[in-house]
């Protein structure tokens, strides 16, 4: 006691009788000690929560980053507030090869509807899009598609061949944003899931049909401790 009032450079307690009780200041001092301490203990309990935090390195198709991604992000952060998530956005082909590699802990993709892989998280159409004024009677008629891998390529040219109509390829992408943009500047028509459509772009009607797919997701071969299957079937 004596040292802690040489510090404060005044006297913290005063004798009544047999006992000892704080002055003015020792009770100032008291009312600033608990506050310190209340700080302390809000502090530790803040950073304990980091103490078992890991990352989650999850990839997703651009196609998806603004309707399935948001969705499963968010139903992570409600599971576990403190895990923080790594997006990739790359193709499914792509996402499958890091998901066995291990470079990514899940991935959203794509499969056919057919297929029981993964764990289902909606369905998509395939679509027709063009700009607004493009002039769908144009022979041969100009394409613009995803990459010969993506299902809807194949399926567009297919279905144009079988209806003998003429087309000619004017561009491939690897991402829905690329052949929107290409699209909506009246290059040419697109093959995509609806989800994938915004508003720079029309569904064409009277079109051969696209297949459906399923969006699923797919977890590695080292599961990560958040991707439980409660927690996928929440999901």
Known sequence: MKKLE?????????????????????????AHAEQI????????HQVQKYQNKTSLRLGCPEDYNETILPKVISAITQTEPTCSVQVYSQPSV?????????????????????????YWLESDRGVWI????????????PLVLF?????YHAAAVDSLAKRSISHQLIACCNTASAQRSLVS????????GQLSVNNDVIILDNMPPLPNVDIVLLTGASAHPLLTQLFIAEI
């Open 185 to 192: 500047a009246g290059l040419g028509v697109g093959a995509m």
């Open 130 to 141: 063009a700009a607004e004024s493009f002039d769908i009677s144009k022979r041969p008629l």
């Open 94 to 118: 792509v996402l499958r090869e890091w998901l066995d590699e291990g470079k990514i802990d899940a991935a959203i993709v794509t499969r056919a509807p057919d297929s029981e892989e993964g």
């Open 147 to 151: 990459q010969t891998d993506c299902k």
């Open 37 to 44: 301490l209340a700080l302390h203990d809000k502090a530790l």
């Open 6 to 30: 040489s510090e404060a450079g005044t006297p913290l307690f005063e004798r009544h009788g047999r006992n000892m009780m704080l002055t003015e200041a020792g009770l100032a001092l008291k």
